[in-house]
């Protein structure tokens, strides 16, 4: 594999992962959801994420060659293989913890998408397109219930920001770009995350404003998912989801 | 007007074949009938839920996992429709959730079992979908129209739900050993309990004469399990694997399969409560309900809030 074709398929690896793992978090909810309008809502994510993860998997299976398939990727690779940021590994927590953190990932999402659409790269343009519908209506469920939640009850604002306590740090990481990352932005197929900071702050702020609660001060973030340097958590969500595949090798499903 | 009067009418439309719609007349007791009907299949459709959802984070490929989660959710669709439907009756969504949380209303028992391998996920779609379609088809034709309307829709859904279990199955079939000897040890474990579905013979059903009368069940408990039997001896035959039935044989003069006796004594047990996932399941509900009671407060609050602020913006 060419350099070139090596750095691509990594960030394919790294977008398809990102939508993978929070598509498998937010899938624990399914039949636990707290009425069922909301089980219902979040296994739609659930869905449209790993409905993204299976196309971005599938090209970067083109890319990669040698056999390398949709499944090969998702279920072969361990944890220091995964290219996902933190965030979307952290576990599911209460309702506060997924909404807040499908918040900040959607809105980076949304950013993302927006400026994917005009990859020099069609197919990751095609899937950017696709992706977008689903990313804006993720993008106003989970502000809505950011905003319902922190401006709710006194018990929902509290949770809210615990839920903000422990999921900010993990933000910074999606707007720092690896080397692969810098790589693809330079060519034009990438997006150059580092540029979409300001407007996913501003996006906060406009729903924080609403949802009553006050962006955190700290200003140091957690980093090294987009390298596969994984919390803790990775490894067990890994071992669920890859079972049938490495308890029974090489057989169809 | 008079009950009598009332009463003729209701029947006259039940032998018309014309719906009873919520704003009509009916007795008291169709009423009830209904709505423990209802939400008994309502609460099933979301304990259903549970023991298909156990494998969702673990299913095999990427694929089938998102046809089970859509399954999954098409589940809660069906509940919520369903849930709707008691409530055109009278009563409302809490107090029929309160009602399975506290033990009093009842849901299918065949949820009630684990699902221990992936190829419990293909066996409950072939046959225990397979045994609630039967059910469900001859619903679509009950005598109350939201119940019926209800039905249709989800009759629509359940046939696919029914052809991908069957699909699951059948890739396991024409795989390896291992594959295939975790597909017949799936389908000996759920073939009884999905028989147990159609619920004690005709002789020793308390609601089916009534119902019969009342057209809200149009087949009999025994009518509806031979129908199921003579389907699913067939499609065994595809998927090579044999049903757990000593008994069970063609008899050409019957036209139709004999099978063996059911354990009515596991089936009054599981319906009992004693059966092996009983309890989990209950509490999962009620887990999930207790920890949902701050998200759906905050939400009615936020709502009121933001009422308030526009009327006063409004003034």
Same mark, same amino acid.
């Given at each position: 594999?060419?350099n070139n074709?090596?750095?691509?398929?990594?960030? *394919?690896?790294?977008?398809?992962?990102?939508?993978?793992?929070?598509?498998?978090?937010?899938?624990?909810?399914c039949g636990h959801g707290p *009425?069922?309008e909301?089980?219902?809502a979040?296994?739609?994510?659930?869905?449209?994420?790993?409905?993204?993860?299976?196309?971005?998997?599938?090209?970067?299976?083109q890319l990669i060659g040698?056999?390398?398939t949709e499944?090969?990727?998702?279920y072969?690779?361990d944890?220091?293989?995964?290219?996902n940021?933190l965030? *979307?590994?952290?576990?599911?927590?209460?309702?506060?913890?997924?909404t807040l953190?499908q918040?900040?990932?959607s809105?980076?999402?949304m950013?993302?998408?927006?400026?994917?659409?005009h990859s020099?790269?069609?197919?990751?343009?095609?899937?950017?397109? /696709? $992706?977008? /519908?689903?990313?804006?209506y993720? +993008?106003?469920?989970?502000?809505?219930w950011?905003?319902?939640?922190g401006?709710?009850t006194e018990?929902?604002?509290?949770?809210m920001?615990?839920?903000?306590?422990?999921?900010?740090?993990?933000?910074?990481?999606l707007?720092?770009p690896?080397d692969?990352? /810098?790589s693809?932005?330079?060519?034009g197929?990438?997006v150059? +995350?580092s540029?979409?900071?300001?407007?996913?702050?501003? /996006?906060?702020?406009d729903v924080?404003?609403?949802?009553?609660?006050t962006?955190?001060?700290?200003?140091?973030?957690? $980093?090294?998912?987009?390298e596969g340097?994984?919390t803790?958590?990775?490894?067990?969500?890994?071992?669920?989801?890859?079972?049938?595949?490495?308890?029974?090798?090489?057989m169809?499903? | 007007?008079?009950?009598? %009067?009332?009463e003729?009418?209701?029947?006259d439309?039940?032998?018309?074949?014309?719906?009873?719609?919520?704003k009509d007349?009916?007795?008291?007791?169709?009423?009830?009938?209904?709505?423990?009907?209802?939400?008994?299949?309502?609460?099933?459709e @979301?304990?259903? &839920?549970?023991?298909? !959802?156990?494998?969702?984070?673990?299913?095999p490929?990427l694929k089938?996992?998102?046809i089970?989660?859509?399954?999954?959710?098409?589940?809660?669709?069906?509940?919520?429709?369903?849930y709707?439907a =008691?409530?055109?009756? !009278?009563?409302?969504?809490?107090?029929?959730?309160? %009602?399975l949380?506290? !033990?009093?209303?009842?849901?299918?028992?065949?949820?009630?079992y684990?699902?221990? =391998?992936?190829?419990d996920?293909g066996?409950?779609? #072939?046959? @225990?979908?397979g045994?609630?379609?039967?059910?469900?088809? &001859?619903l679509?034709? =009950?005598?109350?129209g939201?119940?019926?309307?209800a039905?249709?829709?989800?009759?629509?859904?359940?046939?696919?739900?029914?052809?991908?279990?069957?699909e699951?199955?059948?890739t396991?079939?024409?795989?390896?050993?291992?594959?295939?000897?975790?597909c017949?040890?799936? @389908?000996?474990?759920?073939?009884?309990?999905?028989?147990m579905?159609?619920?004690?013979?005709?002789?020793?059903s308390?609601?089916?004469?009534?119902?019969?009368?009342?057209?809200?069940?149009?087949?009999?408990? %025994?009518e509806l399990?031979?129908?199921?039997? %003579?389907?699913?001896?067939?499609?065994?035959k595809?998927?090579?694997?044999?049903?757990?039935?000593?008994?069970?044989? #063609?008899?050409?003069?019957?036209?139709?399969y004999d099978f063996?006796?059911?354990?009515?004594?596991?089936?009054w047990?599981?319906?009992?409560?004693?059966g092996?996932?009983?309890?989990?399941?209950?509490?999962?509900?009620?887990?999930? #309900?207790?920890? !949902?009671? #701050?998200?759906?407060?905050a939400?009615?609050v936020?709502?009121?809030?933001?009422?308030?602020?526009?009327t006063?913006?409004?003034?």
């Amino acid at each position: 594999m060419s350099n070139n074709r090596q750095i691509l398929s990594d960030y *394919v690896l790294h977008l398809a992962d990102n939508a993978l793992i929070l598509g498998q978090r937010n899938s624990e909810w399914c039949g636990h959801g707290p *009425v069922l309008e909301q089980d219902i809502a979040i296994t739609n994510i659930s869905l449209d994420l790993i409905g993204q993860a299976r196309s971005l998997y599938q090209y970067a299976a083109q890319l990669i060659g040698n056999g390398a398939t949709e499944d090969r990727l998702a279920y072969l690779r361990d944890a220091r293989e995964f290219r996902n940021c933190l965030l *979307v590994e952290l576990p599911r927590g209460d309702w506060a913890v997924t909404t807040l953190r499908q918040f900040f990932f959607s809105a980076y999402q949304m950013l993302l998408f927006q400026q994917m659409l005009h990859s020099s790269d069609t197919t990751l343009a095609a899937i950017a397109e /696709k $992706s977008l /519908k689903e990313v804006t209506y993720h +993008v106003r469920w989970s502000s809505e219930w950011v905003i319902r939640l922190g401006d709710g009850t006194e018990e929902s604002h509290n949770r809210m920001e615990n839920a903000l306590a422990d999921l900010w740090a993990f933000t910074g990481e999606l707007f720092v770009p690896s080397d692969y990352e /810098k790589s693809v932005a330079d060519n034009g197929i990438g997006v150059d +995350v580092s540029s979409l900071k300001d407007n996913w702050l501003q /996006k906060v702020q406009d729903v924080f404003n609403e949802a009553t609660l006050t962006i955190p001060t700290t200003t140091w973030f957690q $980093s090294g998912g987009k390298e596969g340097i994984h919390t803790e958590h990775l490894g067990y969500l890994l071992a669920d989801l890859q079972f049938l595949q490495r308890a029974y090798p090489g057989m169809e499903w | 007007m008079s009950i009598k %009067d009332l009463e003729k009418i209701f029947l006259d439309k039940i032998e018309k074949e014309i719906k009873i719609e919520p704003k009509d007349w009916m007795p008291e007791q169709y009423r009830k009938t209904l709505i423990r009907q209802i939400s008994q299949h309502a609460h099933s459709e @979301v304990v259903g &839920m549970l023991p298909e !959802g156990n494998w969702i984070t673990r299913a095999p490929t990427l694929k089938r996992k998102a046809i089970l989660l859509a399954k999954v959710q098409d589940e809660a669709g069906h509940g919520l429709y369903l849930y709707s439907a =008691t409530e055109t009756l !009278g009563v409302s969504r809490e107090q029929t959730i309160n %009602d399975l949380h506290s !033990g009093k209303a009842k849901y299918s028992s065949i949820f009630n079992y684990p699902t221990l =391998t992936w190829a419990d996920i293909g066996a409950i779609g #072939w046959l @225990v979908d397979g045994a609630a379609i039967l059910n469900q088809v &001859m619903l679509c034709r =009950t005598s109350y129209g939201p119940y019926a309307r209800a039905m249709v829709r989800i009759c629509k859904e359940e046939s696919f739900h029914q052809r991908q279990g069957f699909e699951i199955l059948l890739t396991l079939s024409r795989g390896t050993d291992v594959q295939k000897a975790m597909c017949q040890d799936a @389908v000996n474990r759920w073939w009884w309990p999905s028989l147990m579905m159609f619920g004690p013979h005709d002789s020793e059903s308390t609601h089916s004469e009534q119902s019969t009368q009342w057209k809200i069940k149009r087949m009999s408990n %025994d009518e509806l399990r031979q129908k199921f039997v %003579d389907m699913i001896a067939e499609q065994a035959k595809i998927l090579n694997v044999t049903l757990p039935d000593p008994e069970l044989k #063609w008899n050409p003069e019957r036209n139709h399969y004999d099978f063996g006796e059911i354990n009515w004594e596991e089936f009054w047990n599981v319906v009992k409560g004693n059966g092996p996932c009983n309890k989990q399941r209950l509490d999962a509900r009620r887990k999930a #309900w207790q920890e !949902g009671e #701050w998200v759906r407060q905050a939400a009615a609050v936020h709502a009121e809030k933001r009422k308030a602020r526009e009327t006063q913006q409004v003034a």
